[in-house]
């Protein structure tokens, strides 16, 4: 278990966007980290740089999530990202509890990484014009239990939150695909490659 | 009839207010018939277009103005939902369709108690009424109340036991607090009542194959196989037959003569996948193979 937690502003962006395309559903993702090869326990803070939007439809069955597990995997390992935790936004507007599922998944990846995040998306905080990053974030304790941390351990740059909320205002939410969209239709691409690149450049202006 | 399909579309219409308001009659008319939830799109078409032609629809107003009512409140754009409901009270005085929008309003400002009052009262004058009785389910769940809302759906069944759309309700429902089985029972009914429809077979598998064990894999084999068979483009039973293969392939308990077939359906899964794949410029299938070869070394792991 790590002090800090940071998130990028594809991580923060793509949950939220992915959360707010489905507001009648759940939804659920992962969320990659750098990965630290090499034993480098000095860092304590975990940076959460980008998020690969799920599902949101039946977030409880297996075989699509284990074939969407493998595939990020895959996907991210030659650029050096690892799966480092779970996002779930839940169906009910002021449920954040994580349910059976969402504490399964995030268990599962704790396997291979014990600083892995289980994130619970607020829903009820999450708005066009945001202030605070809407999310709980736990990690698990050294007895197995998952805690969330403080809000003081959680950093999102606030420009990162006004480029979410121009995007929200934008509706760019219906452009976010997640691996269900892309089940349905291969060409839906569920990195949001797309995404990324119009996060790159708001991040470019909001800087001159 | 023209039917405005995707959504840039209607925001770039909407932009240069170039509006052609029998379209957007049109499409919500499509979408009514075709039950789709387009709350986002049908409040804006209104609000920027529809409400100022709204003498020229005839008596399809009234249904357009239904429509509306039910995209605001799910929205929360009760300001525009508020007007429509207003003038279809006034239009049809004392209508039971109406009360039960009425109801629907309360539930949007999470009167949930007075919502509940409105239906039981709807319910009393019209028993065989069912989309108010399914009604009372949405305001259990609407409070949060799982367990209830199973039992109040797994009622209203015993008395409408042909009603798709609520088996499949009641399957999300156990679905949510991981009874799988009966979540798979709700699959079985529908499968009964439609054979020939390939996503039910895909989700029943699913459930299945979640539920573990060689009985469940090898069940779920079967029906994501005939999910494939009914419909040869649906990926989740490909995905998913290839998975319950491997399953099934690396259980001890599978004989050698099964593992054989086993393993030929699953490498016919495989070449399926890819070709699909491969099919498709946009994407790159030769990633998906590799993670496939990893999947099967793994897989015991």
């Known amino acids: 278990m790590s002090s800090d937690i940071t998130l990028e502003c594809p991580a923060i962006a793509k949950m939220l966007l992915h959360a707010a395309r489905y507001p009648q559903s759940a939804v659920s993702g992962i969320v990659l980290a750098q990965s630290r090869g090499g034993g480098d326990d000095s860092l304590n803070t975990v940076q959460l740089v980008d998020a690969i939007p799920l599902f949101h439809l039946h977030l409880s069955l297996a075989p699509m999530l284990e074939i969407a597990l493998t595939q990020i995997e895959q996907r991210f390992k030659s650029q050096g990202l690892i799966i480092a935790g779970y996002y779930q936004a839940n169906e009910h507007i002021r449920d954040t509890v994580p349910d059976f599922v969402a504490l399964k998944v995030a268990e599962k990846i704790a396997e291979n990484n014990n600083d892995a995040c289980l994130i619970m998306i607020d829903n009820k905080r999450l708005c066009l014009s945001l202030q605070t990053a809407p999310i709980i974030v736990s990690q698990l304790t050294s007895e197995g239990k998952w805690k969330s941390k403080d809000k003081s351990s959680i950093h999102v740059d606030p420009s990162y939150l006004e480029i979410t909320s121009q995007l929200l205002q934008r509706k760019v939410q219906h452009d976010v695909c997640d691996f269900d969209n892309h089940l349905d239709d291969l060409t839906c691409d569920w990195t949001n490659l797309q995404i990324n690149k119009l996060l790159d450049t708001l991040a470019a202006a909001s800087q001159d | ?301």
């Open chain 2, 1 to 301: 009839m023209y039917y405005l399909s995707s959504r840039r579309q209607i925001e770039a219409k909407m932009a240069t207010l170039d509006l052609d308001w029998e379209e957007v009659r049109d499409t919500l008319r499509t979408w009514r018939e075709d039950n789709t939830r387009h709350s986002e799109e049908v409040v804006d078409m209104w609000y920027y277009c529809l409400r100022h032609y709204k003498h020229k629809l005839g008596d399809e107003r009234w249904m357009v103005e239904e429509q509306v009512v039910i995209a605001g409140l799910d929205c929360n754009r009760l300001d525009v939902a508020e007007p429509c409901l207003v003038s279809l009270n006034e239009q049809f005085p004392g209508s039971l369709r109406i009360r039960k929008l009425k109801g629907m309003r309360l539930e949007a400002l999470e009167r949930f108690d007075e919502a509940m009052d409105v239906y039981d009262g709807i319910i009393r004058q019209d028993e065989t009424n069912s989309s108010v009785r399914k009604r009372k389910v949405a305001v259990l769940k609407g409070q949060g109340r799982y367990a209830d809302a199973i039992k109040e759906l797994t009622e209203y069944l015993k008395k409408f036991m042909s009603d798709t759309e609520g088996w499949q309700e009641l399957c999300d429902l156990y679905l949510k607090e991981g009874d799988y089985s009966k979540a798979a029972f709700c699959m079985e009914e529908l499968i009964l009542s439609n054979p020939h429809y390939h996503l039910f077979y895909t989700k029943y598998a699913e459930i299945k194959y979640t539920q573990g064990g060689l009985e469940n894999y090898e069940l779920a084999r079967s029906y994501f196989c005939q999910a494939a068979k009914l419909n040869p483009g649906n990926l989740r039973a490909l995905y998913g037959l290839y998975l319950s293969c491997s399953q099934v392939a690396s259980s001890p308990k599978c004989t050698t003569q099964k593992k054989k077939e086993t393993l030929r359906l699953e490498a016919w899964a495989l070449k399926e996948i890819t070709e699909k794949y491969s099919k498709c410029r946009d994407v790159d299938g030769s990633k998906i193979v590799e993670t496939f070869r990893s999947l099967s070394v793994t897989d015991k792991a």
